[in-house]
């Protein structure tokens, strides 16, 4: 079964730290580019960041960048979202997301979501 | 504020039509192809329509996605009650170099 299992979320104070891991099963991790995607509460989605197959190339939102860093462990077939320096408008339900090509640009699409880890950042 | 635009609702009836809306510009739609994706309430989201028009499998064909210019489209027919979502539609923008998501349409079937 295809699968993506999210963890390490939690309730973190302004300023925090938190890292984040994807565990990938059922599909050839190391073929596949990645995403996190982050769903404020009762907000829509929100691209967070994407990863290609090799961690060649790795993009990030403006409003993260300098903040979090992604990246992939193919011999493990995790990917993890390490954010720091963590705001009150982080709070949110954060996705991984398989992408259908190994590139993180231009295609596409997100064909495989895991369930989300909350992260709540507040004092 | 989104950079594609979405209605933020829309309704129906069962065995309606309906049309979900997804506007943008050059620089995302225009260049690029359009995903749509369905969130059913407290689910994760899930691939519904990829490469303007084509389904993944195990998505009726009751669903359909299509492109003109900088806009795109979503249609869904004979409605049905677990149809009840929220409908996001993406694409890559070359210029903001991010994939960037519509604000999300809320289907009711009435």
């Known amino acids: 079964e295809v699968q993506l299992v999210e963890s390490g979320g939690g309730l973190v104070q302004p300023g925090g730290s938190l890292r984040l891991s994807c565990a990938a099963s059922?599909?050839?991790?190391?073929?596949?580019?990645m995403h996190w995607v982050r769903q404020a509460p009762g907000k829509g989605l929100e691209w967070v960041s994407g990863?290609?197959?090799?961690?060649?190339?790795?993009d990030y939102t403006d409003s993260v960048k300098g903040r979090f860093t992604m990246s992939r462990d193919n011999a493990k077939n995790s990917l993890y979202l390490q954010m720091s320096s963590l705001r009150p408008e982080d709070t949110a339900f954060y996705y991984c997301?398989?992408?259908?090509?190994?590139?993180?640009?231009?295609?596409?699409?997100?064909?495989?979501w895991g369930q989300g880890t909350v992260v709540t950042v507040s004092s | 504020q989104s950079v594609l635009t979405q209605p933020p609702s829309a309704s129906g009836t069962p065995g309606q039509r309906v049309t979900i809306s997804c506007s943008g510009s050059?620089?995302?739609?225009?260049?690029?192809?359009v995903n749509w994706y369905q969130q059913l309430p407290g689910t994760a989201p899930k691939l519904l329509i990829y490469?303007?028009?084509q389904r993944p499998s195990g998505v009726p064909d009751r669903f359909s996605g299509s492109k003109s210019g900088t806009s795109a489209s979503l249609a869904i027919s004979g409605l049905q009650s677990e149809d009840e979502a929220d409908y996001y539609c993406?694409?890559?923008?070359?210029?903001?170099?991010?994939?960037?998501f519509g604000g999300g349409t809320k289907l009711t079937v009435l």
């Open positions: 990863i290609s197959w090799n961690s060649g190339s790795i």
């Open positions: 490469n303007i028009n």
């Open positions: 993406a694409a890559w923008d070359d210029s903001l170099y991010v994939w960037v």
């Open positions: 059922g599909f050839n991790f190391d073929d596949s580019a």
């Open positions: 050059s620089s995302n739609i225009g260049s690029y192809t």
């Open positions: 997301a398989k992408d259908k090509g190994s590139s993180a640009r231009r295609t596409g699409p997100f064909d495989i």
